[in-house]
């Protein structure tokens, strides 16, 4: 990635101190080292939510043809001029069209085709009476509800004037041949697939989502569900960045409880490789954690460790495995998370083309009193009320607290500049579910 290893500056009485980065330096270079992926043809149903990379025109009309919008009757304007129920137009039924129709019956004067909703108009018909301004075939001269069963020769009543066009769909009146219906940037929602198909586009070029996959390590791990013995937890980390990763667009593989064990950890991996863009790992990259993480990453010689300026979050990991970009995020379910937000998200973004790669920020006021450790950006989590613009924070700083993790929508942002934010001070906000 970007090379830089873990460099180290002086003071002049207590000797090396390790370099710390800030989050806006991390994130810029963790950035500067993936681009969006390749654009590539998928099946429909398989680009649903990318963005599409081509204008997509219109090779014909839609509809394709006149058709009927009512189930009714094809006929000549002419032939119902002055109709009502007394006196109705009584027209010679030639033919029933059934939607699909090839073959189409000629409608001449006198005359009227059976059509059904979404049939194409025949040869001589003008307009369509519905079922409902005819007796339906029936010869009771009432009003019908439904049309009755072709019979040869029969007759059909039309107890009212039917309008030059009325009824029908015409060619083209949704797209035109050789219109754009769909830009460059659109992503793919339910209605933009169904029109793709509907003007008969069978594959479409899309940005593709990338392939995430989520990695947690740590021999205490034990997969929900599974019996827990003392001193194993569940691991809660790989669902959290899985979910994560899919919120933000990607296909996410969950690869669940790695153990500290190098040759395990180096296995998984190499077998992980050949189905991901991305490598997202939990855990043993803190200062004093079992150092199999960082050992194996080491091993493929491109992989940075860096303290950030932040809290929770501090210890991370990024570089490149087997051509595969990496990061490595702190096991601690908060920490992780929010690392994640930080900086997964904005690379996940980033690979899928979207412009929107980061969370949104707001303002809002704190009504409490806040604290945070000199030179580190705080991340608390908190409840953000749109409606006062008021920002409450949600638990405590630890960042083992699932439990306020999920009732938070927001984090809270301290600069690291500041020590102690007086309540009903304004804050800074990232919005965790827009
Ligand atoms: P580590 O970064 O590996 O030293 O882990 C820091 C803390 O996070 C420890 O208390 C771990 O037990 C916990 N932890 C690590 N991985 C996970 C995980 N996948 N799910 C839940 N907690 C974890
Ligand atoms: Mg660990």
């Given at each position: 990635m970007t090379g830089s290893t873990q460099s180290s500056c002086c003071t002049e009485d207590e000797g090396p101190v390790p370099r710390m980065w800030t989050v806006g330096e991390h994130l810029a270079d963790v950035l500067a080292a993936v681009a969006p992926l390749p654009a590539i043809e998928l099946q429909l149903l398989d680009a649903q939510g990318c963005r599409l990379d081509e204008d997509v025109v219109a090779t014909g009309d839609l509809p394709p043809?006149?058709?009927?919008?009512m189930d009714g009757y094809a006929l000549r304007t002419a032939d119902t001029t002055g109709a009502d129920e007394r006196y109705p137009s009584v027209l010679t039924v030639v033919g029933d069209i059934a939607a699909g129709a090839g073959e189409l019956p000629k409608v001449g004067p006198g005359q009227a085709a059976r059509i059904?909703?979404?049939a194409p108009m025949p040869p001589g018909a003008e307009a369509v009476a519905p079922v409902e301004w005819t007796d339906?075939?029936?010869?009771?001269?009432?009003a019908a509800d439904s049309m009755g069963a072709p019979v040869e020769g029969e007759e059909v009543r039309v107890l009212?004037?039917?309008a030059q066009g009325a009824h029908i769909r015409r060619r083209g009146s949704d797209i035109t041949a050789g219109a754009e219906v769909l830009g460059a940037g659109t992503v793919l929602g339910p209605a933009q697939l169904g029109l793709l198909a509907a003007i008969g586009r069978g594959t479409v070029r899309v940005r593709p989502r990338p392939r995430v996959v989520v990695l947690s390590t740590g021999s205490e791990l034990v997969q929900p569900g599974d019996p827990i013995g003392p001193g194993q937890i569940s691991d809660s980390n790989s669902f959290t960045l899985t979910a994560a990763a899919r919120d933000a667009g990607a296909i996410a593989y969950r690869v669940g409880g790695v153990p500290d064990d190098a040759a395990v950890l180096r296995a998984v991996l190499e077998d992980q490789l050949g189905r991901a863009d991305l490598i997202v790992t939990s855990g043993g990259v803190s200062v004093g954690a079992?150092?199999?993480?960082?050992?194996?990453?080491?091993?493929y010689g491109n992989v940075d460790f860096r303290r950030l300026r932040m809290q929770p979050g501090k210890p991370q990991g990024f570089g490149r495995i087997g051509g595969v970009p990496l990061l490595a995020l702190p096991g601690n379910p908060v920490s992780s998370y929010i690392s994640f937000e930080l900086f997964v998200r904005p690379v996940i973004r980033t690979m899928l083309g979207a412009p929107d790669i980061h969370r949104p920020v707001v303002r809002a006021v704190?009504?409490?009193?806040?604290?945070s450790p000199a030179g580190r950006r705080q991340f608390l989590r908190g409840w953000y009320s749109s409606s006062d613009g008021e920002v409450t924070p949600i638990g405590g700083e630890?960042?083992?607290?699932?439990?306020?993790?999920?009732?938070?929508?927001?984090?809270i942002v301290v600069p690291e500049d500041e020590t102690d934010v007086a309540a009903d001070s304004t804050v800074d906000v990232v919005l965790l579910t827009a």
């Amino acid at each position: 990635m970007t090379g830089s290893t873990q460099s180290s500056c002086c003071t002049e009485d207590e000797g090396p101190v390790p370099r710390m980065w800030t989050v806006g330096e991390h994130l810029a270079d963790v950035l500067a080292a993936v681009a969006p992926l390749p654009a590539i043809e998928l099946q429909l149903l398989d680009a649903q939510g990318c963005r599409l990379d081509e204008d997509v025109v219109a090779t014909g009309d839609l509809p394709p043809f006149d058709n009927s919008s009512m189930d009714g009757y094809a006929l000549r304007t002419a032939d119902t001029t002055g109709a009502d129920e007394r006196y109705p137009s009584v027209l010679t039924v030639v033919g029933d069209i059934a939607a699909g129709a090839g073959e189409l019956p000629k409608v001449g004067p006198g005359q009227a085709a059976r059509i059904m909703t979404g049939a194409p108009m025949p040869p001589g018909a003008e307009a369509v009476a519905p079922v409902e301004w005819t007796d339906g075939g029936t010869g009771s001269g009432k009003a019908a509800d439904s049309m009755g069963a072709p019979v040869e020769g029969e007759e059909v009543r039309v107890l009212r004037p039917v309008a030059q066009g009325a009824h029908i769909r015409r060619r083209g009146s949704d797209i035109t041949a050789g219109a754009e219906v769909l830009g460059a940037g659109t992503v793919l929602g339910p209605a933009q697939l169904g029109l793709l198909a509907a003007i008969g586009r069978g594959t479409v070029r899309v940005r593709p989502r990338p392939r995430v996959v989520v990695l947690s390590t740590g021999s205490e791990l034990v997969q929900p569900g599974d019996p827990i013995g003392p001193g194993q937890i569940s691991d809660s980390n790989s669902f959290t960045l899985t979910a994560a990763a899919r919120d933000a667009g990607a296909i996410a593989y969950r690869v669940g409880g790695v153990p500290d064990d190098a040759a395990v950890l180096r296995a998984v991996l190499e077998d992980q490789l050949g189905r991901a863009d991305l490598i997202v790992t939990s855990g043993g990259v803190s200062v004093g954690a079992y150092d199999v993480v960082k050992e194996v990453f080491d091993s493929y010689g491109n992989v940075d460790f860096r303290r950030l300026r932040m809290q929770p979050g501090k210890p991370q990991g990024f570089g490149r495995i087997g051509g595969v970009p990496l990061l490595a995020l702190p096991g601690n379910p908060v920490s992780s998370y929010i690392s994640f937000e930080l900086f997964v998200r904005p690379v996940i973004r980033t690979m899928l083309g979207a412009p929107d790669i980061h969370r949104p920020v707001v303002r809002a006021v704190c009504r409490a009193a806040l604290r945070s450790p000199a030179g580190r950006r705080q991340f608390l989590r908190g409840w953000y009320s749109s409606s006062d613009g008021e920002v409450t924070p949600i638990g405590g700083e630890g960042s083992h607290l699932v439990g306020a993790l999920a009732k938070a929508n927001c984090l809270i942002v301290v600069p690291e500049d500041e020590t102690d934010v007086a309540a009903d001070s304004t804050v800074d906000v990232v919005l965790l579910t827009a």
